[in-house]
């Protein structure tokens, strides 16, 4: 099994910076992908961000030029640096890895518990 912890979330005003945090652990042969989520109040999970094993990097419209995605191999954990944030950044954020548990494994997905942010003055 695979085990997705986030971390970082709080409150922040706006204008403010926040870097969020996705810790990978357990039965871990190679992570293809991470995807950082988020679900505003009463609307819809939407994409952010997301890294591939190759480093290939995309983001959110919403997100660019305000967001950077960056992991570290040695610690499995992915990164989430955001700035510049907006009250409308308010939203439950999820890490989302898509892993795989040996070399011969199906790659699946797994999910985060979730980390608020709020932004707020």
């Known amino acids: 099994q695979v085990q997705l912890v986030e971390s970082g979330g709080g409150l922040v005003q706006p204008g403010g910076s926040l870097t969020l945090s996705c810790a990978a652990s357990?039965?871990?042969?190679?992570?293809?992908?991470t995807t950082w989520y988020r679900q505003p109040p009463g609307k819809q999970r939407e994409l952010v961000a997301s890294?591939?094993?190759?480093?290939?990097?995309n983001y959110a419209d919403s997100m660019k030029g305000r967001a950077t995605i960056s992991r570290d191999n040695a610690k499995n954990t992915v990164y989430l640096q955001m700035n510049s944030l907006k009250p409308e950044d308010t939203a439950v954020y999820y890490c989302?890895?898509?892993?795989?548990?040996?070399?011969?494994?199906?790659?699946?997905?797994?999910w985060g518990q979730g980390t608020q942010v709020t932004v707020s003055s």
């Open positions: 357990g039965s871990i042969f190679k992570i293809l992908v």
């Open positions: 890294i591939t094993s190759g480093d290939s990097i």
């Open positions: 989302q890895a898509t892993v795989q548990t040996s070399s011969s494994a199906v790659p699946r997905a797994y």
